[in-house]
């Protein structure tokens, strides 16, 4: 019994020392130290010291973090069937809006470019629609893409976070192998025998070009998402108030796009409210919705020709290319309209859970939206000359306003939907560094994925009312739609099969199979709506365009500023010279240094030490990391070491979210925490080196034991071995272990010593207290980003003026933190890049 408990608190020393930072491993030998001059005028030359191999002793922790209001994990989904069912009726109201109001606007779209002269007009373009639903949505995202997922989250950056944990693509160089533990993690790194696999990883490890081509892939993904934010309010209000035009008379075009525009400032103005207490109506509404889509369809399915269930045959597809070859390749840019927001499925699913969605698309969209389309273009067969108003002309009579009513809701709500995953995108972005700091207010206290961006929402608002003013009709806003749908549905294409190759290690084959079917699709339909360019289709690329540089250009400022801060970064050595006063006077107070450094001490500190007459007692080196998984749990948020000996005081904390974590913004509640985790780190630090000591103490008693066995010279009185030569070892392995067990059970309790009693420790804990009591002061460097004189010239109008910009006008360290600005001291700094 007494082994097994030594076996075990071995065992709990390695969990909780396995993230060891030792002494050393922050020193870089083949940088010049930081120097600098004190007030005589004499310098502190560079100090390159040969690093000596020292013990290895417990010096990091994973401390376990304190709750604070707010905070929160990850969602668990239940996987009961009345959850799933509960959660797929919610769907509807979130997911499908965009989808589920594309029969206001396809068919009108697609007929404006092919005239209807023929059954075989109709027929063909029901049946392009019928499966373009069912290969798309139906048969990639439901049935392939949603698989992809990252720890249940969807989207682009969920698959390019994913894409990071198992390749190190990530062009901000801040991994660290503590990121590994985190239980959401989950690294299963490619076998040794799938060879392709580990070919794909070096790949994407060893070239920059291609890292680089990844990242703009993402990027170009995102600001396609954030751009369907601008044209899907803009084209489902304007198709739902359209259909005032035949009821009212004198209700002509430009009523339309005063309503239309009335309706959109409405709706981004209420942004600021948040949607959680209209959000509860979105699912019932969108529910009546989709019945009103399939109880019309199948009236008129019924009432006047059920023969167009011919379109099932996917032979007029054929015949409907063969009659009107070029327009019936321009009316395909209409026909995507159909699956506009098949990608909501995949970028809402962190909200629901797949099988919810998938439930709800197959048994409740999918079939609705088929019986919407049939039944208009059963309508069609006999009244062919209403298809440009051929919703709202096949309501039966009697039903128009409340069919109306429910129309206009609905396009509320998918702009609604668009609006708030912009958002998203946007704070995801922020999160992996690849976009300027702005404003997040979170609207509602219960559910923290609620947010509400400044900012971004009065840009969506201004570009939504531009559009409408100036294309005054929905078919231009249909050309430049299609553009954006498609180029997102290439770039999850393109991701999800990486991630067949990379981490599900697909058969080559069947990965293949993927973009060559689904590619294929989506490739022609891109090759229609690029047709459409000058007729509106130039305005998603320019609105991509614009974020696409915003996004590129501030994630390649902040990686050169990170490597300009790892170059510079201060030696070692050189604070061990300095002593444990650094050079100063330590008064008592807490100093908080925010930097983007994981290992070294910032070049800022340097600054700080020039410029101030005194330091703080107590100094904490705190790191913001945004690690590629959703949610990082609580428990598992930091991460402790010691910079420098005991006597200087020095600490260091990295602070890891996930892209998903909400940030509280007390900066009391993180001082509290912060302090709290401090004592905890102490007290595990100071119980840990004890055992550790303990043990190796052991060791050496063993060892002894055993030289003293091998020499031959006997233990005890010797007898035993005499006269049973042939037990003597197993009997002096037995007496060996037990005098080792013995010893242990008399030190290890005494050694393992209360902070009562260590009085090392209770003096760390009274000045870490008496800190504290003094107060806290945050220490940040306002920092200058300027590229070299040798830099190139486009190089240098990017950092010097474009990232410049950027950072001049998006939201400080100090703003974030919510800090007072009389705890604030600033320092300048300036980062040749």
Not at 161 to 188: H, T
Not at 234 to 239: F, L, N, P
Not at 748 to 777: H, I, N
């Amino acid at each position: 019994m007494e082994e097994e408990r030594i076996e075990e608190s071995s065992e709990r020393l390695l969990r909780t020392g396995s993230t060891r930072w030792v002494d050393g491993s922050e020193v870089d030998s083949e940088t010049t130290p930081w120097s600098m001059h004190d007030e005589s005028g004499e310098a502190y030359g560079s100090v390159r010291k040969r690093l000596v191999k020292k013990a290895r002793r417990v010096d990091s922790f994973d401390v376990e973090a304190m709750e604070i209001a707010g905070s929160h994990g990850h969602h668990s989904k239940d996987s009961s069937i009345w959850r799933t069912l509960a959660l797929s009726f919610q769907t509807l109201g979130v997911v499908y809006g965009d989808m589920g109001t594309s029969p206001l606007y396809v068919f009108a779209d697609v007929f404006s470019k092919v005239p209807i002269k023929s059954e075989v007009e109709i027929l063909g373009a029901l049946s392009l629609v019928m499966y373009t639903i069912a290969l798309l949505p139906l048969a990639k995202y439901v049935f392939v893409v949603l698989k992809a997922n990252d720890n249940g989250e969807g989207g682009t950056f969920a698959l390019y976070s994913l894409i990071c944990r198992y390749a190190k693509v990530n062009r901000l160089p801040n991994r660290q192998p503590a990121d590994e533990l985190i239980s959401s993690f989950k690294l299963k790194l490619p076998t040794p025998e799938l060879e392709r696999a580990l070919g794909i990883k070096e790949t994407l490890e060893r070239k920059s070009s291609m890292k680089t081509l990844l990242l703009l892939l993402v990027l170009m993904g995102t600001s396609m998402v954030i751009g369907d934010g601008i044209l899907t309010p803009a084209i489902s209000v304007m198709s739902a108030v359209s259909g005032l035009q035949g009821e009212i008379s004198g209700f002509g075009t430009s009523a339309v796009v005063i309503v239309s525009i009335v309706i959109l400032v409405g709706l981004f103005s209420i942004q600021q409210f948040g949607t959680s207490k209209v959000g509860v109506t979105f699912a019932p509404a969108l529910a009546l919705w989709f019945f009103s889509l399939g109880a019309i369809g199948l009236y008129n399915l019924i009432t006047h020709d059920y023969t167009v269930l011919r379109a099932f045959n996917p032979a007029y597809i054929y015949l409907f290319f063969k009659r009107n070859t070029g327009k019936a390749w321009s009316a395909l840019g209409g026909c995507v309209l159909c699956i506009t927001g098949a990608e909501a499925m995949f970028a809402d699913l962190g909200h629901f859970s797949v099988p919810s969605i998938q439930i709800a698309f197959t048994f409740v969209v999918f079939p609705c939206l088929l019986l919407a389309y049939i039944g208009q273009a059963a309508y069609l067969m006999k009244y062919p000359d209403s298809v440009e108003r051929i919703f709202y002309d096949s309501i039966p009579e009697g039903f128009f306003w409340p069919v109306f009513v429910i129309a206009t809701i609905a396009a509320i709500i998918a702009s609604q939907a668009m609006i708030s995953a912009s958002f998203s995108c946007v704070k995801q972005s922020m999160a992996l560094g690849c976009f300027p700091r702005l404003k997040i207010v979170h609207t509602s206290r219960r559910l923290m994925g609620q947010i509400y961006i400044p900012v971004i929402n009065w840009f969506l608002m201004t570009m939504c009312v531009l559009v409408v003013a100036t294309f005054r009709s929905t078919t231009d806003i249909a050309n430049a739609y299609g553009i954006a749908e498609v180029g997102v549905m290439i770039v999850t294409t393109t991701l999800v099969t990486l991630v067949m190759l990379l981490i599900w290690q697909t058969n080559l084959i069947l990965a293949l199979c993927f973009p060559l079917v689904f590619g294929t699709v989506e490739l022609i339909y891109l090759s229609a709506v690029l047709s459409k360019i000058l007729e509106g289709g130039w305005l998603p690329l320019a609105f991509a365009s614009i974020f696409l540089c915003v996004m590129y250009t501030w994630n390649y400022g902040s990686v050169l500023k990170y490597q300009s801060e790892v170059r510079e970064k201060i030696s070692m050595d050189f604070l061990i010279e300095l002593g444990s006063s650094l050079g100063t006077v330590r008064v008592p107070g807490m100093g908080l240094m925010y930097n983007e450094l994981v290992q070294g001490i910032p070049s800022v500190f340097g600054q700080f030490l020039l410029d101030l007459p005194a330091i703080h007692s107590t100094l904490v080196f705190v790191c913001i990391k945004y690690v590629p998984v959703p949610v990082v749990p609580q428990e598992e948020r930091f991460l402790f070491r010691r910079v420098g000996p005991k006597d200087y005081h020095m600490f260091r904390c990295v602070a890891r979210y996930g892209y998903k974590d909400v940030r509280k913004e007390d900066h009391r509640a993180f001082e509290q925490l912060l302090v709290e985790s401090l004592e905890k780190f102490l007290r595990r630090e100071a119980q840990d080196l004890a055992l550790e000591s303990n043990l190796e103490e052991i060791d050496s008693i063993s060892e002894q034991s055993r030289e003293s066995r091998d020499s031959g010279f006997p233990q005890g009185d010797g007898t035993l071995e005499l006269r049973i030569p042939l037990m003597g070892d197993q009997r002096l392995d037995e007496a060996g272990s037990s005098a080792s067990f013995e010893h242990l059970s008399v030190a290890l309790p005494s050694s393992v010593m209360s902070s009562d009693e260590d009085p090392s420790l209770e003096y760390e804990l009274s000045a870490l207290r008496e800190a504290m009591e003094s107060g806290f002061t945050y220490l940040l460097g306002d920092g200058t980003v300027k590229a070299k004189k040798s830099s190139w010239f486009i190089k240098k109008l990017v950092i010097n003026y474009f990232y410049a910009f950027l950072r001049k006008n998006c939201r400080g360290g100090a703003a974030t933190m919510k800090v007072p600005h009389t705890n604030i001291m600033r320092v300048g700094m300036t980062y040749m890049v």
